[in-house]
């Protein structure tokens, strides 16, 4: 397979040079799938510094940038994540090479998708344009103790699902309500093409709010909360584990907590969460573990990139089975 050096040698280039800058700052887009996706690139650094988002997973660093004039490209690796009853699988398909081209008063972008194995170029076909946006600048952090609230919304009324739908009704629902509880108890399976089960997302879209609810999971436990469906609190089995970014109140792969306040698995937990101008605090069984941090792009799973709009709360649903009760929404009034 050619390296990625000798593809963007390969590419025609403008007969002057672009600054680099064009390139530099975080960017989102819609993936061909229908995912979201993010960038953060530096073309200071050397070589080019370029992080992305792929619709499932981290933030993760390019394997490779090269910067030639007026094009930067970069390579990731293209995999395919899946949950099975053995946890999560991740199949690596091959690469993906993503090329920016600085057209001066605007940057094209396209994606080519390498199959592991492929012995021409373009193995899936023609490069596919990417229309990639930059991000919306980050607000100024609010001042927490002057955001006010309206009445809560009882998202969930304990009786039935009304107001509740999957993300992608194509997924197969574990989903009920039982003694008054959200609950959700997927049938993992084994195997490359096992079912896959779905997220729960509300009906309505909100913009800014405080969310408030109780949770509670089985030993090894995974799930997630997602504000404006884009940017995911992490819910983990977690107890005694140091913090990090994918532990149970993390922005996953976004903002660590600053301590583990988990209780051991099979207690319910409270959460406290205000998201507000982009900058998001996390109260996890009355210990504040995240302090108006801003939250600087989508997270993995989420149903789009756009950090300007409105968005569900929805409950990850496809890794193992979880319950929550008492979710009350209260929304900003500004």
Aim: aromatic share 8%.
């Amino acid at each position: 397979m050619k390296t990625l050096m000798s593809i963007c040698t390969g590419i025609a280039l403008a007969a002057t040079g672009a600054a680099e800058s064009a390139f530099d700052g975080t960017w989102t887009f819609t993936t061909p799938d229908g995912g979201a996706g993010w960038l953060s690139i530096d073309t200071a650094a050397t070589p080019p510094k370029v992080d992305m988002l792929w619709e499932t997973g981290g933030v993760e660093p390019a394997k490779e940038a090269n910067l030639s004039r007026n094009t930067l490209a970069f390579s990731f690796p293209w995999d395919h994540w899946y949950m099975t009853a053995s946890g999560m699988r991740r199949d690596n398909l091959g690469t993906l090479i993503l090329r920016l081209i600085d057209k001066g008063s605007t940057v094209d972008a396209s994606l080519s998708r390498i199959k592991n194995g492929a012995t021409r170029l373009y193995a899936d076909g023609p490069p596919i344009p990417l229309a990639i946006k930059r991000a919306a600048p980050m607000p100024p952090a609010p001042d927490v103790n002057a955001l006010k609230f309206g009445d809560p919304i009882e998202l969930f009324d304990g009786k039935t699902l009304g107001g509740w739908r999957l993300t992608n009704p194509k997924d197969v629902s574990g989903w009920s309500v039982k003694d008054g509880i959200l609950t959700n108890e997927p049938k993992l399976e084994d195997g490359d093409n096992p079912p896959q089960f779905g997220n729960l997302r509300t009906d309505r879209v909100f913009e800014d709010f405080r969310l408030t609810l109780e949770v509670r999971l089985p030993k090894g436990g995974n799930s997630g909360i997602y504000l404006r469906g884009r940017y995911e609190v992490q819910v983990t089995d977690a107890f005694g584990r140091p913090p990090s970014k994918g532990i149970i109140g993390a922005i996953y792969s976004r903002v660590a907590p600053t301590a583990n306040a988990a209780k051991p698995a099979g207690e319910w937990q409270t959460f406290d969460i205000t998201f507000a101008d982009r900058h998001a605090t996390v109260i996890l069984n009355g210990q504040k573990v995240i302090d108006n941090q801003p939250v600087e792009g989508c997270t993995g799973g989420a149903l789009d990139a756009d950090d300007t709009l409105p968005g569900p709360i929805y409950f990850q649903g496809d890794h193992t089975a979880v319950e929550y009760r008492n979710i009350k929404l209260y929304p900003r009034v500004k």
